[in-house]
C-alpha cells in the first residue's frame, strides 16, 4: 500500500511566519504534488515536483516555494504566512500512471 | 477557465437507491478521468479510473461511464450505503503529463 504522511494535522500560525509542511511517500515515487483545497473550489496545484531537485509551478504558486532534496520528501514553505493562507493543504505523490495517492492533509489556521 | 466541471455542489440519496454524480469537460485532449472520494479532514481516495478508449468501467459497486461525444462522465453507485457520504471530486489528465485537472467536487448525502 502507498503510504503519504505529512508532517502536521493541525497547524496554527501567526501572519508573517515562515512556515513548513513537510510530506513523506514510502513508494519510491517520482512524482510529488502540494495541493490546497478550499470549499467550492476544489483541489488546486500548488507545485509540482517530477524528479529529485526540480520543480515546477502549478496554478497558484504565488506565496509558496517548495524544495525536494530526497526523492521521498517533499516540503512547502510559506516565506511570510497571510490569512488568506488558511486552508487545507494536500500532498500526493505518483509514479508512471495518473493515479496520484495523498497524504491525510493539514488543517492551518494563520491568524 | 474551468476545464472540468461538477455542476451539482450537493446531492442527496437515499440509502440502497443508486447515486449518480456527474462530470463535465472541455478539453478534448483528455484522455483519462479519475473519481477521487474525500472525507472531512482526510485526504482524497482514489476510487476508479477510466481511459478514453472505454466507454465504461466497473469495481465492485462503483461504475463509471464516459460520453465522449458529450464530454460528460458519470459515476453511479449502486446501492448507496452510508458510509458512501462524502465529497466526491472528479479529475482529468491529458496523456504524458503528470498533472490532473480537478473538479469543484460534489458532496453526495446518504439519507437513512
Known amino acids: 500500500d502507498v503510504k503519504v504522511t505529512q508532517s502536521s494535522r493541525y497547524l496554527v500560525k501567526r501572519t508573517g511566519e515562515k512556515v513548513f509542511l513537510e510530506c513523506v511517500q514510502d513508494?519510491?515515487?517520482?512524482?510529488m504534488f502540494w495541493y490546497r483545497q478550499d470549499p467550492g473550489l476544489g483541489l488546486r496545484l500548488i507545485y509540482f515536483?517530477?524528479?529529485?531537485?526540480?520543480?515546477e509551478k502549478g496554478d497558484i504558486p504565488e506565496g509558496y516555494s517548495v524544495s525536494r532534496e530526497k526523492k521521498e520528501r517533499f516540503s512547502l514553505i510559506l516565506e511570510s504566512a497571510s490569512t488568506n493562507q488558511t486552508s487545507m493543504y494536500l500532498c500526493?505523490?505518483?509514479?508512471?500512471?495518473?493515479?496520484?495517492?495523498f497524504g491525510p492533509g493539514t488543517r492551518l489556521l494563520v491568524l | 477557465d474551468q476545464q472540468v466541471k461538477q455542476n451539482s455542489p450537493s446531492l442527496s440519496v437515499q440509502e440502497g437507491r443508486i447515486s449518480i454524480l456527474n462530470c463535465d469537460y472541455t478539453?478534448?485532449?483528455?484522455?483519462?478521468f479519475l473519481w477521487y472520494k474525500k472525507y472531512p479532514a482526510e485526504g482524497p481516495t482514489f476510487l476508479i479510473s477510466?481511459?478514453?478508449i472505454k466507454d465504461k468501467n466497473e469495481d465492485g459497486r462503483f461504475t463509471v461511464f464516459l460520453n465522449k461525444s458529450a464530454k460528460h462522465l458519470s459515476l453511479h453507485i449502486v446501492p448507496s450505503q452510508p458510509g458512501d457520504s462524502a465529497v466526491y471530486f472528479c479529475?482529468?489528465?491529458?496523456?504524458?503529463?503528470?498533472?490532473?485537472?480537478w473538479g469543484a467536487g460534489t458532496k453526495l448525502i446518504i439519507k437513512p
Open positions: 515536483s517530477y524528479d529529485v531537485k526540480m520543480k
Open positions: 500526493a505523490s505518483s509514479s508512471g500512471g495518473r493515479t496520484q495517492y
Open positions: 477510466i481511459s478514453s
Open positions: 479529475a482529468a489528465s491529458v496523456y504524458s503529463n503528470y498533472q490532473l485537472i
Open positions: 513508494m519510491d515515487h517520482e512524482n
Open positions: 478539453n478534448s485532449m483528455f484522455d483519462y
